[in-house]
């Protein structure tokens, strides 16, 4: 749930002096919130980037209330905020107070219940982080598959994958989009764990032989001395984050009693294939599609959702393996992406939309 506060400030004050003071605190002005129809409240963000603090954007909105006549400072943060950014909220209250004097409300009276819990140590932030990062590349193939799988209402091409089905069945818009999507897949899996990956590294013992292997260019050299490259993501991008018999390797150069791979090796629901083949078929058939454009004609929404189940079980196996490891908590991101104890099904149609499909010059 979401934890908000406002500070209303004494009058003679302007929304100018509420807004320079809250980019003193280092809040970035994000427009106004005219797309809800108040083109007059500012609207401002603040993010620490800096070892993996925030998990979410603090809101900060600065607008004139209509009862009180006075000018008031609105913070939020939504479900999923890290212990730094319910600090950094209540920190704008009292910096606010103390600046401006008036008055604040916090939700709870005092924030009470909605803090998250004590800080993690900034690896187990980020390892977290990239878990978050995985979970909007789920939310965006998933959210396509639950709006119906935006496909035509017939297959045109169905009379002719008959008599021709090796290749008309290549033309097959659920058998193209399907094998297109499994590309998206390994990209959100390689983008886990090499997020991950540089989480690690940044705090690990065995950085400096790690990094004394890795050989980078001048572009990235070049990035770092600008700042808009860390060395830890330089040297991910120098090394290989699909195959997993190499990502196992990676994760064991940071910690050699760290096999990410170990839980993705163990039964899952009485399966005689297990997830790490799973996922390793998925890769081959990402490169099969990219390399030699390869489709596989039997892939249609039913195997794609099985694969992505898989990779969710998996890399959630993954990150609880991190976490029991180094003896951090364990929890997902809330979401739904999550929610894996059944496999989604296609969202079934009305009898209207079946009945127009079927008769389409009938009239209800």
């Known amino acids: 749930m979401s934890y908000e506060t406002t500070n209303y400030l004494p009058k003679g004050f302007s929304k100018r002096h509420a807004a320079e003071f809250a980019e003193l605190l280092g809040y970035k002005r994000a427009g106004s919130y005219a ?7 500012v609207s401002m963000i603040y993010f620490e980037d800096k070892d993996y603090k925030s998990w979410q954007q ?3 909105s600065i607008g004139v209330g209509e009862e009180k006549s006075v000018v008031y400072v609105h913070t939020r943060t939504r479900v999923g905020r890290s212990h730094y950014d319910f600090e950094m909220q209540n920190r704008t209250v009292r910096e606010f107070r103390r600046r401006f004097g ?9 924030g009470n219940g909605y803090d998250p819990g004590p800080p993690l140590p900034s690896q187990a932030s980020g390892c977290f982080l990239a878990m978050q990062g995985l979970d909007w590349n789920l939310t965006r193939v998933n959210g396509y598959l639950g709006w119906g799988f935006a496909l035509p209402d017939s297959n045109p091409f169905a009379p002719a994958e008959k008599v021709w089905p090796q290749m ?3 033309l097959n818009p659920e058998v193209f989009i399907s094998n297109v999507l499994i590309a998206y897949l390994v990209s959100a899996m390689e983008d886990y764990f090499k997020s991950t990956y ?3 590294l940044t705090y690990a013992d065995r950085k400096p032989t790690i990094l004394k292997g890795i050989r980078l260019s001048g572009e990235q050299l070049t990035q770092i001395s600008m700042g808009v ?3 830890e993501q330089a040297a991910a991008e120098v090394l290989p984050f699909q195959r997993l018999t190499a990502i196992g390797r ?3 150069e ?3 009693k760290l096999d990410i791979l170990a839980p993705l090796g163990r039964p899952y629901r009485r399966r005689k294939t297990t997830l790490l083949y799973r996922l390793e078929d998925l890769v081959s058939r990402r490169h099969a599609l990219i390399h030699r454009m390869d489709i596989d004609t039997d892939l249609t929404r039913k195997g794609l959702e099985a694969f992505i189940h898989d990779l969710t079980v998996g890399i959630s196996r993954i990150y609880k393996e991190i976490t029991q490891h180094y003896g951090w908590p364990f929890e997902l991101p809330a979401s739904s992406n999550f929610n894996v104890s059944r496999r989604r099904r296609p969202p079934r149609k009305r009898l209207s939309q079946l009945r127009q499909q079927r008769f389409p010059h009938s009239k209800e």
Do not use: C, S, W, Y
């Not at 797309?35 to 409240?41: K, T, Y």
């Open 58 to 60: 603090v809101e900060l």
């Open 35 to 41: 797309h809800v129809g108040l083109p007059d409240v």
């Open 250 to 252: 990676h994760f064991a």
């Open 229 to 231: 490259l860390t060395v």
């Open 102 to 110: 008036g008055t604040a409300v916090k939700d709870g009276g005092n």
């Open 198 to 200: 540089i989480a690690l």
């Open 254 to 256: 940071i910690d050699q």
């Open 168 to 170: 008309m069945r290549q």
